[in-house]
């Protein structure tokens, strides 16, 4: 009946079917599928798979930023400093990346390469050669991530060793933003952890996180998870340096001292303060209290992604 109704069936259970049904479902193209796990334990696969699907349609790529087939401005390694020059009047940028005749990157170059250097000097000797790439398939949390650490203003997008794009901070930036004000479509570990635990401020430097240690994020010894509680510091941390500088921050080093195992079912306290701001930094310390017991100390330090 489901067939002829233009279903597709699934049979759980590894039961079979007839012939006859199996001779419906080819002529009418409709899938017939038999599998051995049990209705409740398919359901929770399929649930499962379409939940993951969610959760991966909201990571931002590089190719949601950088669309396909757009045409970057570069320099090759032939071209001298005079042709940078030309280029900086008619885009406004002093960063290129430098690519050969089958248009692979071989280096990138910016003012700082150029500087106090003759006009007819090549480009490829002044250049920075082997530079830090990324590929349509990298998120754009990785990028950001590598620009803060190493520095970068600009990277090359490279599809199959050859130049895609390129995607500067500004860029990175502009995605984040956008995509923190976009409708979440499920929720993630981090968001699952942080969904039980309510922001309290106490002054202009810090703040605390107060929430109760379920059953759920325990680890195999039966206290809280270490991956737990990483979150809730970073996440405290990350709250109170944004206070001072509205930006987003990536982890750089995290320093735990864990003085006593916190226990499921107790009410965890994590108090962030501010301890210093720079204009690439910021720092905090946090503190884990269970009631009014000092369980644990963490010294935080985040990287600032300016614009």
Same mark, same amino acid.
């Given at each position: 009946?489901?067939?002829?109704?233009?279903?597709?069936?699934?049979?759980?259970?590894?039961?079979?079917?007839?012939?006859?049904?199996?001779?419906?479902?080819?002529?009418?193209?409709?899938?017939?599928?038999?599998?051995?796990?049990?209705?409740?334990?398919?359901?929770?696969?399929?649930?499962?798979?379409?939940?993951?699907?969610?959760?991966?349609?909201?990571?931002?790529?590089?190719?949601?930023?950088?669309?396909? #087939?757009?045409?970057?401005?570069?320099?090759?390694?032939?071209?001298?400093?005079?042709?940078?020059?030309?280029?900086?009047?008619?885009?406004?940028?002093?960063?290129?990346?430098?690519?050969?005749?089958?248009?692979?990157?071989?280096?990138?170059?910016?003012?700082?390469?150029?500087?106090?250097?003759? *006009?007819?000097?090549?480009?490829?000797?002044?250049?920075?050669?082997?530079?830090?790439?990324?590929?349509?398939?990298?998120?754009?949390?990785?990028?950001?991530?590598?620009?803060?650490?190493?520095?970068?203003?600009?990277?090359?997008?490279?599809?199959?060793?050859?130049? *895609?794009?390129?995607?500067?901070?500004?860029?990175?930036?502009?995605?984040? *933003?956008?995509?923190?004000?976009?409708?979440?479509?499920?929720?993630?570990?981090?968001?699952?952890?942080?969904?039980?635990?309510?922001?309290?401020?106490?002054?202009?430097?810090?703040?605390?996180?107060? #929430?109760?240690?379920?059953?759920?994020?325990?680890?195999?010894?039966?206290?809280?998870?270490?991956?737990?509680?990483?979150?809730?510091?970073?996440?405290?941390?990350?709250?109170?340096?944004?206070?001072?500088?509205?930006?987003?921050?990536?982890?750089?080093?995290?320093?735990?001292?864990?003085?006593?195992?916190? *226990?499921?079912?107790?009410?965890?306290?994590?108090?962030?303060?501010?301890?210093?701001?720079?204009?690439?930094?910021?720092?905090?310390?946090?503190?884990?209290?269970?009631?009014?017991?000092?369980?644990?100390?963490?010294?935080?330090?985040? #990287?600032?992604?300016?614009?």
């Amino acid at each position: 009946l489901s067939l002829e109704h233009g279903a597709a069936v699934l049979i759980s259970g590894g039961f079979d079917t007839t012939e006859e049904v199996r001779n419906l479902a080819d002529r009418l193209e409709l899938p017939l599928l038999s599998s051995s796990y049990d209705t409740f334990t398919i359901a929770s696969l399929i649930n499962r798979a379409i939940y993951d699907r969610l959760i991966k349609k909201e990571i931002l790529l590089i190719e949601d930023v950088v669309p396909e #087939g757009h045409t970057p401005v570069y320099l090759r390694a032939g071209n001298r400093v005079q042709d940078w020059l030309v280029q900086v009047d008619q885009t406004g940028h002093t960063r290129f990346p430098v690519v050969d005749d089958q248009e692979r990157v071989l280096g990138m170059v910016t003012a700082k390469d150029v500087s106090g250097q003759p *006009q007819d000097v090549l480009i490829e000797r002044v250049m920075t050669k082997n530079p830090i790439t990324v590929t349509p398939k990298s998120s754009v949390a990785s990028a950001a991530h590598t620009m803060v650490w190493e520095g970068i203003e600009l990277l090359p997008v490279v599809n199959r060793s050859k130049l *895609q794009g390129v995607i500067s901070r500004q860029d990175v930036i502009r995605a984040l *933003q956008f995509h923190q004000m976009q409708p979440q479509m499920g929720d993630r570990i981090h968001d699952k952890i942080l969904s039980g635990f309510k922001e309290e401020r106490l002054t202009d430097k810090s703040l605390q996180l107060v #929430g109760q240690v379920t059953p759920q994020m325990s680890g195999s010894l039966g206290g809280i998870s270490t991956g737990v509680v990483m979150t809730l510091i970073s996440e405290a941390a990350s709250q109170v340096i944004r206070r001072t500088r509205n930006a987003n921050m990536v982890v750089e080093n995290m320093t735990v001292y864990f003085l006593k195992p916190i *226990q499921i079912d107790s009410v965890l306290t994590v108090r962030a303060t501010l301890i210093d701001t720079g204009r690439r930094f910021g720092k905090a310390d946090v503190e884990l209290f269970a009631g009014s017991e000092l369980m644990g100390k963490a010294l935080f330090t985040g #990287g600032v992604l300016q614009k």
